[in-house]
């Protein structure tokens, strides 16, 4: 079946659509990069249009499947320059939302109170930076003492660092906008958004442009983390072994233990200690395989989702961790992803 694709650049303000950006000539991108800090962009050259206040408004690249929308994502410009040519053409690079929280610093000495939420916190700092779209999972999680932070501090900072603590992802903000703050989950099958490869029709066509690399002469199998928390006695320690048989790092492949030890400022508790130690176990039989390919457009991705590859060697469940949209009809997708298998 032959789909018809378009886009579109929305520019809403107050989150209402009020006019659109139009482009002549090189069509605008979106970027989405998981492990940077802030997770997507996106760059365009248009046209003018005074309707749009490119100072206050927002924008929504939309890609139109079979004249049905779906967007690609919120972005602040952060960048608006005009160019010297003939059409007065503007150039505009934008982040999402999190930018708003890059550049929300504290004004003055910022004091959170013992036994406050976790959550509770990184959501004043969302509100006071004008995000109020927010998808959480709850959390009882509470600060274990009282906590300052310095004049001139950012708030996305503070907010990862809260949900960093408790066992949480990374803020991260989805196609319509909303801000997620979720626990972090290692990689499963169960968690597979989609899949590439074989006669599905999302996996054509598909590249085989990958890296495969192994660097384990000095790669850690014991990941220890300890934690003193500021007006407590208690030191709290967690500790994750790679003893898995099939992995090349493991205690059991290598016959010794090759210790991390690793210093926690603060935590919420025990529980979260260990879910900080259990993740480095797990990202550090990830970080070694990464594969690069090509699908036809599509919208519905996310930060960090987990998809699978059903095609020859790469056949395995995977991190998207970026993905590339060029908004011109016939461009493909670009993905890059990290397998889950055990290195």
Known sequence: MIREVQYRMKVLRNGAEITELRWADSAPRVNTDSTAEIKSSMVGTFLPNETADLLR??????????????????FCPTTVKALNAGTRQIA???YDRAWRLKAAKTESLLHMAAGSGYLAQAEQLLAAAGIALVIKTDSGAVLPADREYELGSEYLAIVNQLLKEIGYREIWFDAQGWAHLEPYLPPSAARMARQYGGREITGLPMGESYTDETDIFEAPNVFICVCSNADSREVLSASAVNDIPTSAKSTFRRGMRIPQVTKVEQIADQAALQVYADRLRDESLLSTRLVSFYTPAEPGHGVGDIIGIARDELTGVYEETGWSITMAAGELMAHTARRTVIA
Do not use: A
């Open 57 to 74: 408004d927002e924008l929504q690249p939309c890609m139109v499947i079979d004249g049905h929308e779906h967007p690609l994502g919120v």
């Open 92 to 94: 505009v690079e934008g």
